[in-house]
């Protein structure tokens, strides 16, 4: 991936959406005023949103925009340092400590350095995209840990001291809300909330994502699934959804099932949970024609 | 400091007036931003300031009111924002304990009323009870598996990090190796109480066991539900029992209303913070369950919860009665999701139910099917 210079490609924040759109990403101009504002800033940016509106999808985008190597750490309740700073390779310590006899041996030199996501992006030589996947599922304590990372980049190993950030990464958080994050980490970043595309963004998005889906096929997904998300579901579908039920469709009538039917057998692929399924199920032929009209 | 400036710094001061968290670093962002953005329009000044001062997204409305009132001196959109929601979510936010135990010495046992004196006798008897419930509940909560380990002397994994600093410490002696096992820890309990009309004789015990509850379990949390949800959790935190019942009393809008348990409960739902509470959470409702009309949305509520919940129960007074049956459409609907349906009708039965939550019982319905 040939590496691009960030001030070459943030210019502006319409020269963003441009570069993303390249990438296949369709942001609308807040989201790319707000990536423009983490790049030229140098701080992290914060993505909040339902799921499936495409933050992760956006840390994946600014990547390649920038032809940067992306680091994805997942959170998960219960993470901590070892898991996302760095741990030491014990086994090898040990085995140093037998072979090495009666001579002295450091223990803590870099050989027996496990380094995990947010220690490989500060020791790269150059520049790293760090995607912080769903902070809101980690404890209180780990996002607290990454207050040190997030505002100067460094990490303190109590063995070995501080070590800084070769290039300073670019780094994305993203989360689903299920919990309030702490002030000091909203503080440190460039915040943005990613809602629901309207119809038009997001039939553009599913021309652009799926494989080979006729215009028209796009716009009749993007409207019913708009009304299908104004519904009391569940799990109201994200983008990824939308995209894969246009295909679907697609699919079954190149097989032979005519346009209303080859939606409703799709569905399955939009609706991923049986109680909104049975819900949506009476009123989805009319959803459905209606998108077509 | 550029005159240009005062506007962007008087926008962070007019947050910080109605409440928003805005440090120095981000007002100093928000102007660097505007700076970066040209800016061309008042657009890009609005996206700037919505990417740096990072409004909570349930407060965008008033966010976006605040930005046309100091820009544009559009004071009426202030007003207008106010407008009233079908279902009203107070949540009382992580008011710092500070604050609580400066009032607590401050009010310290100003409140009390005829009505408490009439009724202390009953009142003492509860209150062993509901003492006796706080200090046994932390250990008689379910309890799971966490993610964290903790030290162990026998039967557990090698923790090969702290074994190796004894070898080191030990000069490359091999001491007894260091053990660790995955913890188990109390699993979350929720409580929801129905502050409707007709429980209006039992919301005050429901709020003192609920008190109780916050005060014993690590992590519980308290809602109540009537035509509103509110969560009172923050209020019922402090330790003195009259001052965190007055808080919270004050912080319910809906006291002796109607209930709208199905709407309620959705909104509950649909609120991830919350929802993410009830995962896995033993649920406790405290209601009878009394929905008027359709229960369609209650049961779907219902549904909804008892797939997130570890347990999910039901307490309503009326079970307090031998005669009663589930017998109610809306009762009758939600019987298949719920774990257990118990006698709420006293803080007795309620603490011996809620002590027993660990321990595995039949599902409400073949109880209830046995019965009828």
Known sequence: MPEVNTETVATSPESVAQHLAASRYLADDSLATAIFLAIRLGKPLLLEGAPGVGKTEAAKAIAELLGRDLVRLQCYEGIDAAHALYEWNYQRQLLAIRHAGEHEIDIYDDRFLIARPLLQVLKAPQQRVLLVDEIDRSDHEFEALLLEFLSDFQISIPERGTIRAEAQPIVILTSNRTRELAEALRRRCVYHWIGYPDAEREAAIIMLRAGDVAEGTARAVAAAVQTIRARPLAKPPGIAEAVEWANAATILEKGGSPWPEAFRRAIGVLIKDEEDLSYIAPELGRIVEEALA | ????????????????????????????????????????????????????????????????????????????????????????????????????????????????????????????????????????????????????????????????????????????????????????????????????????????????????????????????????????????????????????????????????????????????????????????????????????????????????????????????????????????????????????????SLTDFILSLARSAPAAETIWKRVS
Do not use: C
């Not at chain 2, 660097?32 to 001062?53: F, H, K, W, Y």
């Not at chain 2, 544009?72 to 992580?94: P, Q």
């Not at chain 2, 209650?298 to 031998?322: N, Q």
């Open chain 2, 1 to 348: 400091m550029p005159s240009a400036a005062a506007p962007f710094l008087g926008f962070g001061r007019l947050l910080r007036r109605y409440g928003f968290a805005i440090a120095p670093e981000q007002v100093s962002s928000f102007m660097q931003a505007v700076t970066l953005l040209g800016p061309l329009s008042m657009a890009d000044i609005r996206e700037a300031a919505l990417a740096t001062l990072a409004p909570p997204p349930d407060r965008r409305d008033e966010f976006e009111a605040h930005f046309q009132s100091h820009f544009y001196g559009n004071t009426s959109a202030v007003a207008e924002r106010d407008a009233e929601e079908e279902i009203r979510i107070k949540d009382d936010g992580g008011a710092d304990d500070e604050r609580i135990e400066a009032e607590q010495r401050q009010e310290g046992g100003e409140l009390s009323s005829a009505l408490e004196q009439l009724s202390r006798r009953d009142f003492l008897r509860d209150n062993d009870r509901l003492t006796v419930f706080r200090r046994q509940l932390s250990s008689a909560l379910p309890a799971r598996r966490s993610f964290r380990t903790v030290r162990t002397p026998s039967r557990g994994k090698l923790d090969l990090r702290r074994s190796l600093r004894e070898i080191v410490s030990a000069d490359g002696d091999v001491p007894s190796p260091l053990l660790r096992r995955r913890q188990t820890v109390p699993r979350k309990l929720l409580i929801l109480i129905d502050v409707s009309g007709s429980m209006k004789l039992h919301t005050s015990d429901y709020l003192k066991l609920a008190h109780a509850a916050v005060q014993g379990a690590d992590r519980a949390e308290i809602f109540t539900f009537g035509t509103r949800l509110t969560r009172i959790t923050t209020a019922l935190r402090i330790r003195d029992r009259e001052q965190a019942l007055a808080r919270a009393a004050a912080q319910v809008d809906d006291w002796d209303g109607g209930t709208r348990m199905g709407p309620t409960l959705l909104a509950f739902l649909s609120v991830p913070r919350f929802s993410a509470f009830a995962r896995g959470a033993a649920i406790v409702i405290l209601s009878d369950a009394l929905e008027r009309g359709d229960h369609a949305e209650l049961e779907t509520a219902m549904r909804r919860l008892s797939a997130r919940a570890f347990r999910l129960s039901l307490a309503t007074p009326l079970a307090g009665d031998p005669r009663f049956q589930p017998a109610t459409a809306a009762l009758r609907a939600i019987l298949p999701d719920l774990d257990d349906l118990v006698d709420g009708s006293s803080v007795n």
